[in-house]
Each structure stands twice: as structure tokens, then as C-alpha cells.
């Protein structure tokens, strides 16, 4: 459950980069 989460948070601090 928490994967997503984190999934979730990685993708968006990669839209950033």
C-alpha cells in the first residue's frame, strides 16, 4: 500500500527534475 504512495511522490518529484 505504502508502494503506491511512494510511487506516487517519486513521479512527481521526477516531473520536477
Known sequence: M????ELYLLSKFATKL
Open 2 to 5: 505504502w508502494i503506491y504512495l
